[in-house]
């Protein structure tokens, strides 16, 4: 197992996408508006703060889980898992059947 020494850091906008890659997609923040223009609450609310959490760390690069734990544990950050069954807009949008 990696101790924490090894653990490898990454720059702060890499660590954004990797946080949003495993939590914020599968988030009911980040459900496809009505309309096609329209913002989700994700880039409303959460991309911001994210963005001015990562500004007032004022670092270069840190660790996943540290930044994890910090982006998880603000106020922001109130998961809620979306919604996979037909009733999914993005589902739809992309055809994707309800099989699972």
């Known amino acids: 197992m990696i101790n924490e020494k090894e653990r490898p850091k990454w720059p702060m906008q890499r660590l954004k996408g990797m946080y949003f890659a ?17 913002q989700t609450e994700y880039e409303k609310s959460c991309e911001p703060n994210i963005q001015k959490i ?22 922001f950050c109130k998961f809620e898992k979306r919604d996979f069954s037909n009733n999914c807009p993005i589902c739809k949008k992309f055809g994707v059947p309800n099989h699972f």
């Open 54 to 75: 990562i500004h007032r760390l004022d670092l270069k690069e840190m660790r996943f889980k540290d930044f994890n734990i910090i982006i998880k544990n603000s106020v």
């Open 22 to 38: 495993m939590h914020c997609w599968k988030c009911k923040k980040f459900e496809l508006p009505q309309e096609e223009f329209e």
